[in-house]
Structures are given as structure tokens and as C-alpha cells.
């Protein structure tokens, strides 16, 4: 996926999910799905073998800021009605990674070839729901203003165990104007199923970031002097985990590419 | 009023709203408010006159962060009905601070020989209100531990003057970890009648406060190394207005003596 090709895919952008899917799932889509479908839930997905699927679930449930839930299949079933009639899990991510005992085998736009019935996909709700909310309320956010990826960060803060699963909780960071730090905590607070309220704010050595200039994923987005870093919680901490508890098989969606819904981001909001 | 009447007084604190402005009104009781008829709102108390009272309604609605209006009364009536039904202004409050020409003439435990017919009353929400809230969320209040007055600090952020009224901000200011810190602007948004959100978080020198542990008002609770000052605006801001105005006359509530009403602080609360 050349970067020309993404370019020239995002001349004329989906502007509904059910067009954006079916765009995605006729080949004729495969970038990024930032700006696909505007106000549309997006989500991050992980498919899995049924038999880590309920210790998945249950470290989801136990850990809802890096991991809520907002859609889950039956095994084998590649339909996810709750998110979109038509949905076909198999098809509509515009691409895919392939896992096979920890190892990437493959980076597909469509995983037809590699479904099996004992597959259960879930899928998690991110952080462009609440960046929508925040951009709307006039708030700046610096990794879009930079054009780059938001920095992400492993933290100290344990997320809670679940069979095999455990691992750090990975934090998203924004920097930002202290009173824009509190509108921003008041407004993500009404988005508890994508990420919620921020878990953290101000003081990185707290929660044992060490240098806020080294991201461990993403790009730079350094506060200035009147700024604070406000941190989310972020749906990296379930794909780190998953990758470290090397699966003999799971799926995921391609970085940046993501499932685009029929669910509005204004539905999510509780108040 | 010396500690030991207080302590005396404070043996058997009245529970209810009524209870309490009874044993002040026949002078049963003289001493500082806080934890009398727990869960009920207490206000800061401003009584001027009509010629000023215009100016001064039309300042707390430009500035109602640190000037929530709970009442206001008719001018020369001492009943204030929306806030209890037997309330009689000149008698209510344990002790009040008689001003003439912005200097103190007098700090009675009744304002009877004070009255005049163009007198009005403004009673603002206080932080009672929402410091209940923190602490039923098991919130700390380091002033409450260390049994002191809540530091407070003029700010480099200005009123939006109305009339003769105009000044600076005066915050409150309460260290908190950042995970509490995050809490608190959750409970506290909950309270726009009483102060609400905080103003500021993180970097007094923003707000241009030079020196945490210097308050110009109450005494230090200096955040430690794994907290976040937490700035919240402050009733002390219009007292300090109206002192500044050196009206021909003022009544205010001696400090730490509110007026005790019959509205419960949940009632206050949007959700």
C-alpha cells in the first residue's frame, strides 16, 4: 500500500459507514479510515480462537478504559449486527494482520482465505469517538495539528489479569492548555464506551514515563510550558497484550485502518 | 468570641437547617458553620444597598464561577424564602461584619440595629457545598487533615467588571494526586451552583500565583511531589470586590460564619 495509493483512495472519502464498507469491501478502499464516514463509531478489532475468547472478554470487562467493548461475535460467525446490518468482518476492514504464534504472516485486505469457524471477533471502541467530541468543543489536538500519530506510551499502571492476558496499560497523550485539560476531562467523561475520562494528568513520572519525548509508539507531541499532558487510556493495551501472550492464531486490524460502523459517536455519549 | 465558646458551643451541633439558625437567631450559638446541619447549603453572605445592589447582581451574573447567587431578597425585606421559610437575614447568621465607608465598624451576632429599607441581600453558594460531594467520594482535603483554612490566592485572572465592581479572581486552591484530581473535576462539574469545575490545574505561575506556599488568604497545604494543585474559584473573590468598592455601607458574614439554609446541597446537583 503505497502512499500514492492511499492519496488518490482519499480523493472522494465514504461519507456514510454502509458506503465506506462497501467501498472497503468491493477492493476499491484499503488507507487509513480517519475521515471515512464522519460521526461514525470507528473500532479497533481482534479476532481470536474461541478458546482464548472468554478470558479475552473477561480481561475486557475487567479492564473497560483500554478495552470497551463495543461488539462481539458468535464463534465463526463473521456478523456483527450490533455495529451494522450488513457487516461482514471477513471483507470491511480495509487491512488486516495476520498472526500465527506471535509472528505476522500476513497483511491481507480481506481474511476469507484465513476464517475459521472457532473465530470470535471483538471489537473495541477508540479514541477517534471522543476526539470528534473534543475537536467540536474547539479544543486543539497536536498530533492533528502536526499531521502525525498521537504519542502512545507504556505505562507502570497494571492492567488487571484475565488468564493469559495481562500487561502494561498503554496511554494515549495530548498536550494541552490547563483549561482546556479540564473541558477536556469534562467532555470525554460523557464517553465512557470509548476510553472515558483521561486516566492520568500532569505528572508522566507518576505512572513511570520516564521521557515524554520517547514515545513507545506513535510520534512526538511534546507539551510547551503552559501545557499540560493529559493521558488516555488506549487501545494499543489490548493488541500489546494479545502480542505478548503469542496466540497460535488471531487477527487484527492494520494500523490506522479500522472497522467503520453504523453506530454514531453522539450514541455513546451518556449525557 | 473566644475558641473555648466555640468548642462549647460545637458539643451538640444542631443537625437540621432550622435547628441551626433557632440557636443562632436566640443566640445559642455563635461559632463558625461548618458541620452544622450536614448535607445542607451554607452561604456567603452580601448586604448592600439598592443603589449598589443593581451593579453588584449584574457582577455575580457576569462572574458566576466565583459569584453563584443562591438568593437575593427584596430591598428591605430580611426574609429570603428560597432559601428557607422562617430565614430573617438580621439574625440568621452567627456573626456579621458591618462595614461603613470599606472600613469594619462592627462585627455583631445581630444586625437588627444595623437594618435599613433599601438594604438587599445576596447569598452565594460556597464550597461546603461541593467539598461534601469530594469527600463522600472519598476524596482528601488536605486542609481538613491538617485542620486549616483552605489556602486561597488573587489570580492574574480579572472579573469582567459591572459598575464600580471589578477585581481580580481569588481561587481556592486543593492538592490532589492526578487520578483524584481527574475525580474531583468530575464531581465538582456536577455543582455549577456552587463554584463547579475548577479553573485552573497544574501551573499556578499561568494564573499568576508566584509562590504555592504563600497564600494571601488561609494558610498553606502545599501539594506534595505526586500531586497536582487543583484551583477551584473562590466566594472570597466578591468580599474582596465589594471591599475594594469601599461602599457607604456593607454587611458580610464574619469568616467561617455562613448563613445555614434549608436547600440540600444534592438539589444542587445537574445529574
Redesign the interface.
Known amino acids: 500500500m503505497s502512499a500514492a495509493t492511499i492519496d488518490r483512495n482519499r480523493g472522494a472519502l465514504p461519507q456514510t459507514g454502509r458506503d465506506a464498507r462497501l467501498a472497503i469491501r468491493h477492493g476499491r478502499y484499503s488507507g487509513p479510515t480517519s475521515g471515512l464516514a464522519p460521526g461514525n463509531v470507528q473500532g479497533n478489532l481482534a479476532i481470536l480462537p474461541a478458546a482464548l475468547a472468554a478470558d479475552f472478554l473477561r480481561f475486557c470487562q475487567l479492564n473497560p478504559k483500554p478495552c470497551p467493548i463495543i461488539g462481539v461475535s458468535q464463534p465463526g460467525d463473521w456478523r456483527l449486527p450490533m455495529l451494522a446490518d450488513d457487516l461482514d468482518i471477513r471483507t470491511d476492514v480495509p487491512r488486516y494482520r495476520v498472526f500465527r504464534d506471535g509472528a505476522v504472516i500476513g497483511e491481507p485486505t480481506d481474511i476469507h482465505a484465513h476464517w475459521r469457524d472457532d473465530l470470535v471477533s471483538f471489537v473495541l471502541g477508540c479514541s477517534f469517538s471522543f476526539e470528534e467530541a473534543l475537536i467540536q468543543e474547539g479544543i486543539e489536538l497536536r498530533h492533528m495539528t502536526q499531521g502525525t500519530t498521537v504519542p502512545m506510551y507504556r505505562t507502570s499502571i497494571e492492567t488487571i489479569a484475565a488468564g493469559p492476558f495481562r500487561g502494561p496499560l498503554v496511554v494515549s497523550m495530548r498536550p494541552m492548555k490547563?483549561?482546556d485539560?479540564?473541558r477536556a476531562?469534562?467532555i470525554t467523561?460523557r464517553f465512557p464506551a470509548v476510553h472515558g475520562?483521561?486516566?492520568?494528568?500532569?505528572?508522566p513520572e507518576?505512572i513511570g514515563i520516564a521521557d515524554i519525548a520517547k514515545p513507545d509508539f506513535g510520534e512526538q507531541a511534546n507539551p510547551r510550558d503552559?501545557e499540560?499532558p493529559v493521558f488516555w487510556a488506549c487501545g494499543v493495551t489490548p493488541q500489546a497484550v494479545i502480542a505478548a501472550v503469542k496466540p497460535e492464531f488471531c487477527i487484527t486490524h492494520y494500523p490506522g485502518c479500522m472497522l467503520v460502523t453504523d453506530r454514531r459517536n453522539t450514541e455513546f455519549a451518556i449525557?
Chains 1, 2 share one sequence.
Open positions: 490547563p483549561s485539560a479540564i476531562i469534562q467523561t475520562a483521561p486516566v492520568h494528568v500532569g505528572k507518576l503552559d499540560l449525557l
